[in-house]
């Protein structure tokens, strides 16, 4: 008899947006009427174009493939290298991070990532995840066999939970406990708060001492605004010692639907086997990536270089104020109704203090049904998002507006 992966029993529900998704469908099938008139600020998936300098290499791309003499077969599997440059100089060095084009691995996304980086990590590893937390990095953990089972009231026994709250101004405390694989999001999906220097710097520290590696979710970091804030763990020093980063064109491109994606992944990086072996990370990655996968296509990698272009980085620039305005839109209109917000300032999220007497689930059901409005539920995030919101800024200005006019349901004073 043939067995299955039997840690995906664990799994407590499905996948949170999906689960959001059904929801939705039922509410518009068994209110046709309103159907027409929700408004998606639920999963973060872009609106707006993608900015015309990836368009226009992405057409030249694809005109290159209709002749033989530009025709592209295979790409390399971590990706070109006139790619790997480009990200490697316009990301990091141009910040004074020490990473080499080689060092970088094109993808189709951080999320697929974020799962194939457990292939490299043993089974076992005791991991630490923010609460709340982007779902992925606890799912794929659960899949992967690292942690027990469904702990009653949410989460899974076996993972450290660092609970990320208005308390510590969502800045999780170190663990008291030892960790193997610390998973940290700056910008922070779904708080939208960011890390600052010296938060990163007391991460960076504890996992040398540690032996523990941290995964570093950098797919927001095209909105950071606040001056100082690092863009990439790698300003901090030693982190190339203990960190794997994440980044992702989803947000800053456009590129949700077209998918591409990086890891870095440093030559420093390295860990002792069971049998005392020293073995680099990138050594183990790069033979992943040559196994496993045959790279990003053409257009695509030709779409993503051409962000790094002048004309790219100012399209890129000026989608990113475009969303960031929508979230100062969201954040005021809730701040003017007396309801607490975190995010905005630096994130396409808006993180929503549920109005008093009401949880997540009832706060997301009461803007589905009375305003037509999908958020999502920041219970769905841990068990420390319960009382909580997360809005999306993707969307376009118009439904923006009108979302901020719906918010009113939430108002105290509003009939219920
Ligand atoms: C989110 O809404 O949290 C993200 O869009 C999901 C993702 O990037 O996979």
Not at 71 to 89: E, T
Not at 206 to 217: C, E, K, P, T, W
Not at 248 to 258: C, L
């Amino acid at each position: 008899m043939f067995r299955i992966n039997e840690n995906f029993l664990k799994l407590s529900a499905g996948y949170l947006f999906p689960e959001i998704a059904r929801r939705v469908a039922l509410f518009a099938a068994e209110n046709p009427a309103v159907a027409a008139r929700i408004i998606r600020c639920g999963i973060g998936d872009v609106t707006e174009p993608i900015p015309a300098a990836a368009a226009d290499a992405m057409r030249k791309a694809i005109d290159d493939l209709t002749r033989r003499e530009s025709f592209h077969g295979y790409p390399p599997p971590a990706g070109y290298d006139f790619v790997r440059a480009a990200i490697a100089q316009g990301d990091f060095r141009s910040r004074g991070c020490d990473i080499a084009d080689d060092e970088i691995f094109l993808s189709d996304g951080s999320k697929p990532d974020a799962s194939a980086i457990l292939e490299i990590l043993g089974v076992g590893n005791r991991v630490a995840i923010t609460d709340p937390v982007y779902p992925v990095y606890a799912d794929t953990n659960v899949m992967a066999g690292n942690s027990g089972g469904a702990l009653e009231g949410g989460g899974y026994a076996g993972f450290t939970y660092l609970p990320s709250t208005p308390q510590n101004d969502f800045s999780p405390a170190l663990p008291t406990t030892d960790v193997d694989v610390i998973y940290l999001c700056s910008p922070n999906n779904p708080t939208g708060v960011v890390l600052d220097h010296a938060a990163l710097t007391r991460w960076v520290q504890y996992a040398r001492a540690q032996g523990a590696v941290i995964l570093f979710d950098a797919a927001y970091e095209a909105f950071i605004r606040t001056a100082g804030i690092p863009h990439s763990i790698y300003e901090i020093d030693g982190a190339t010692e203990c960190a794997i980063e994440f980044r992702s064109f989803s947000k800053v491109g456009g590129f949700t639907g077209v998918r591409c994606g990086y890891t870095v992944m440093p030559k420093a990086l390295c860990t002792t086997t069971s049998a005392g072996k020293r073995v680099s990370l990138h050594a183990l990655w790069t033979r992943r990536w040559s196994t496993c996968s045959n790279g990003v296509s053409w257009p695509v990698q030709c779409a993503a270089a051409a962000l790094y272009s002048p004309a790219g980085r100012e399209q890129t620039r000026a989608l990113t104020d475009f969303y960031l305005a929508n979230a100062r839109l969201i954040s005021r209109a809730c701040e003017s109704m007396g309801l607490k917000t975190y995010g905005a300032t630096n994130s396409p999220y808006v993180w929503m203090t549920c109005p008093v007497g009401l949880g997540s689930w009832d706060a997301f059901d009461l803007l589905l049904r009375e305003a037509q409005v999908v958020t999502t539920p920041g219970a769905g995030f841990g068990r420390c998002g319960e009382g909580f919101i997360r809005i999306s800024a993707f969307q376009s200005r118009e439904n923006i507006e009108e979302v901020v006019r719906r918010l009113a349901v939430l108002a105290p004073s509003a009939t219920r």
